[in-house]
């Protein structure tokens, strides 16, 4: 961890499909009107997926290196609010302000994301300048979730390791969060949209002189499957698909989005292409 910028959450893992299993292919359950199924995960991999934060469970705390099982069970915990903070929150999903998660950073990366909201304009690797992309955040107007469902699946583990020449304890997390989605008063164009939070958050007394640790987001961002690409506000613009044409195209070989062993987006990436959502 270092006290500079933290990488922004690239675009990609997003754009077109790139097969028939985009988000509007189901065979069967859509209504006469084209709008979505009463299961919107149906035919999907997260069909059998927990809704919400029940997808988010705690393993049961171990000592990691130097560092207690109440600390490591502590830094869960706060791991798990943060996820939720970051990809379920209802009024930050919908492009409102993301106080849940402002409120559980460290105060010195809390300032810098705050800072970082309104920006515009994107990084030399193709992602957007603000921190608005620290979170799952559709863009305002775009769009409405599908019914009141969420489906999330994933993991999370602790290891001791050392930054800085500190003793730092890791939380690696390794997230799907599936989203049904339409355009206002379009249900016909309805789609998924699949976030990818694979990374790590650090622990460590960073601010304090008394034992207690604190997050520090270091990997842990949302990258989605099912937007559009080259977005410079930092929100997620669903690739529906009567939507406009994406001036920039996806790139690279087809990754599928509901895989768990697909590694998290490195900056040369750019927006990849997947299998549809």
Request: charged share 15%; net charge negative.
């Amino acid at each position: 961890m270092t006290n500079g910028a933290i990488p922004s959450a690239s675009a990609s893992a997003t754009g077109p499909a790139a097969s028939s299993s985009s988000g509007n292919s189901l065979s069967s359950g859509i209504p006469a009107d084209g709008g979505p199924p009463a299961d919107p995960f149906a035919n999907t991999e997260a069909a059998r997926w927990a809704n919400g934060p029940a997808g988010i469970t705690v393993p049961v705390p171990e000592p990691a290196g130097s560092f207690t099982a109440a600390q490591v069970d502590a830094a869960f915990q706060t791991t798990r609010n943060l996820l939720i903070a970051q990809d379920l929150d209802g009024p930050t999903l919908l492009g409102g302000a993301p106080n849940a998660f402002a409120n559980l950073l460290d105060p010195k990366q809390r300032t810098q994301f705050i800072a970082g909201l309104n920006k515009i304009g994107l990084a030399k690797n193709g992602g957007p300048l603000s921190t608005r992309a620290w979170v799952a955040s559709f863009a305002p107007g775009t769009t409405s979730l599908i019914g009141s469902v969420i489906k999330v699946h994933g993991t999370m583990s602790a290891a001791e390791a050392t930054d800085q020449g500190s003793e730092v304890l890791d939380i690696k997390v390794n997230y799907r969060f599936v989203y049904p989605v339409e355009p206002p008063k379009a249900p016909q164009d309805w789609m998924r949209v699949v976030g990818q939070v694979s990374g790590i958050i650090e622990f460590t007394d960073w601010d304090t002189t008394n034992g207690s640790l604190l997050p520090w987001l270091t990997s842990a961002l949302p990258d989605e499957a099912g937007g559009r690409c080259g977005m410079a506000d930092g929100y997620i613009h669903p690739d529906y698909p009567n939507g406009p044409p994406d001036k920039v195209q996806p790139k690279g070989k087809p990754i599928d989005p509901y895989s768990m062993t697909i590694p998290p987006p490195s900056k040369s990436d750019g927006c990849r292409m997947t299998t549809g959502t």
